[in-house]
Protein backbone atom coordinates (compact mmCIF):
# COMPACT_ATOMS: atom_id res chain seq x y z
CA UNK A 1 0.00 0.00 0.00
CA UNK A 2 1.40 3.14 -0.84
CA UNK A 3 1.79 5.82 1.75
CA UNK A 4 2.90 9.44 1.52
CA UNK A 5 3.14 11.37 4.66
CA UNK A 6 3.96 15.01 5.08
CA UNK A 7 5.22 16.80 8.09
CA UNK A 8 6.57 19.67 8.82
CA UNK A 9 3.71 22.28 8.73
CA UNK A 10 2.74 24.70 10.97
CA UNK A 11 2.24 28.07 12.00
CA UNK A 12 5.14 30.98 11.13
CA UNK A 13 5.36 34.47 10.80
CA UNK A 14 5.29 36.29 7.58
CA UNK A 15 8.94 36.38 6.29
CA UNK A 16 10.14 33.29 7.92
CA UNK A 17 10.75 29.67 6.62
CA UNK A 18 9.36 26.46 6.78
CA UNK A 19 11.01 23.07 5.61
CA UNK A 20 7.90 20.73 4.40
CA UNK A 21 9.11 17.00 4.19
CA UNK A 22 7.07 14.04 2.57
CA UNK A 23 8.06 10.38 3.47
CA UNK A 24 6.93 7.84 1.04
CA UNK A 25 6.59 4.06 1.53
CA UNK A 26 4.84 0.96 -0.52
CA UNK A 27 6.72 1.98 -3.73
CA UNK A 28 9.94 2.09 -5.52
CA UNK A 29 10.73 5.75 -4.57
CA UNK A 30 13.47 6.22 -6.86
CA UNK A 31 11.36 5.85 -9.91
CA UNK A 32 8.72 8.52 -9.47
CA UNK A 33 8.08 12.14 -10.00
CA UNK A 34 7.66 13.72 -6.67
CA UNK A 35 5.11 17.16 -6.88
CA UNK A 36 3.39 19.95 -3.95
CA UNK A 37 0.68 21.25 -4.47
CA UNK A 38 -1.38 23.82 -2.28
CA UNK A 39 -5.25 24.23 -1.56
CA UNK A 40 -7.34 26.95 0.39
CA UNK A 41 -10.59 26.75 0.89
CA UNK A 42 -12.73 27.23 -1.85
CA UNK A 43 -10.41 27.49 -4.29
CA UNK A 44 -8.63 24.51 -6.70
CA UNK A 45 -5.33 23.07 -5.77
CA UNK A 46 -2.49 24.96 -6.67
CA UNK A 47 1.22 23.36 -8.17
CA UNK A 48 4.05 23.97 -6.47
CA UNK A 49 6.85 22.80 -7.34
CA UNK A 50 7.94 19.30 -9.02
CA UNK A 51 10.72 17.34 -9.58
CA UNK A 52 12.29 14.56 -11.86
CA UNK A 53 13.26 10.67 -10.23
CA UNK A 54 16.83 11.65 -10.36
CA UNK A 55 16.50 15.28 -9.41
CA UNK A 56 18.17 16.77 -11.82
CA UNK A 57 15.48 18.52 -13.17
CA UNK A 58 13.12 20.62 -10.67
CA UNK A 59 9.83 22.97 -11.74
CA UNK A 60 8.06 25.60 -10.13
CA UNK A 61 4.67 27.70 -10.25
CA UNK A 62 6.14 30.91 -11.46
CA UNK A 63 5.09 33.06 -8.69
CA UNK A 64 6.90 30.79 -6.29
CA UNK A 65 10.02 29.76 -7.67
CA UNK A 66 12.09 32.64 -5.94
CA UNK A 67 11.37 30.93 -2.62
CA UNK A 68 10.60 27.81 -2.66
CA UNK A 69 13.41 24.74 -3.41
CA UNK A 70 12.13 21.39 -4.00
CA UNK A 71 14.52 18.65 -3.49
CA UNK A 72 14.61 14.57 -2.74
CA UNK A 73 16.51 11.99 -0.98
CA UNK A 74 16.24 8.71 -2.98
CA UNK A 75 17.81 6.38 0.12
CA UNK A 76 15.53 8.05 2.14
CA UNK A 77 12.18 8.46 0.38
CA UNK A 78 11.89 11.60 0.83
CA UNK A 79 10.88 15.07 -1.19
CA UNK A 80 11.19 17.98 0.54
CA UNK A 81 9.58 21.89 0.29
CA UNK A 82 12.00 24.64 1.37
CA UNK A 83 9.71 27.87 1.91
CA UNK A 84 11.68 31.04 2.58
CA UNK A 85 10.21 34.66 2.70
CA UNK A 86 6.31 33.33 3.55
CA UNK A 87 3.97 35.16 3.01
CA UNK A 88 0.40 35.24 4.29
CA UNK A 89 -0.90 34.42 0.42
CA UNK A 90 1.03 31.05 1.21
CA UNK A 91 -1.54 29.85 4.14
CA UNK A 92 -3.13 26.51 2.58
CA UNK A 93 -2.40 22.80 2.93
CA UNK A 94 0.12 21.22 0.84
CA UNK A 95 -0.04 18.00 -0.32
CA UNK A 96 2.94 15.96 -2.05
CA UNK A 97 2.16 13.55 -4.81
CA UNK A 98 3.81 10.55 -6.31
CA UNK A 99 3.93 10.05 -10.24
CA UNK A 100 4.92 7.16 -11.38
CA UNK A 101 3.85 7.84 -15.37
CA UNK A 102 5.99 11.17 -15.76
CA UNK A 103 9.29 10.38 -13.99
CA UNK A 104 10.91 10.61 -16.91
CA UNK A 105 9.22 13.50 -18.88
CA UNK A 106 10.96 17.04 -19.52
CA UNK A 107 7.81 18.79 -19.87
CA UNK A 108 6.97 21.39 -17.24
CA UNK A 109 3.28 21.47 -17.95
CA UNK A 110 3.04 17.51 -17.17
CA UNK A 111 4.74 18.27 -13.91
CA UNK A 112 2.14 20.95 -12.98
CA UNK A 113 -0.88 18.91 -13.77
CA UNK A 114 -2.82 17.31 -11.53
CA UNK A 115 -4.07 14.29 -12.72
CA UNK A 116 -0.62 13.71 -13.91
CA UNK A 117 -0.27 12.12 -10.39
CA UNK A 118 -1.08 8.69 -9.16
CA UNK A 119 -1.08 9.24 -5.31
CA UNK A 120 -1.51 12.31 -2.68
CA UNK A 121 -0.36 12.19 0.76
CA UNK A 122 -3.00 13.28 3.58
CA UNK A 123 -1.73 17.37 3.50
CA UNK A 124 -0.10 19.93 6.35
CA UNK A 125 -1.38 22.81 7.03
CA UNK A 126 0.91 26.10 6.73
CA UNK A 127 -0.51 29.00 8.21
CA UNK A 128 1.37 32.14 7.62
CA UNK A 129 0.53 35.27 10.14
CA UNK A 130 1.17 38.88 9.22
Known amino acids: QVQLVESGGGLVQAGGSLRLSCAASGLTFSNYAMGWFRQTPGKEREFVAAIRWSGDNTYYSDSMKSRFTISRDNAKSTVYLQMNSLKPEDTAVYYC???????????????????????WGQGTQVTVSS
Open 97 to 119: AASGSISYSYSASVYATERSYDY
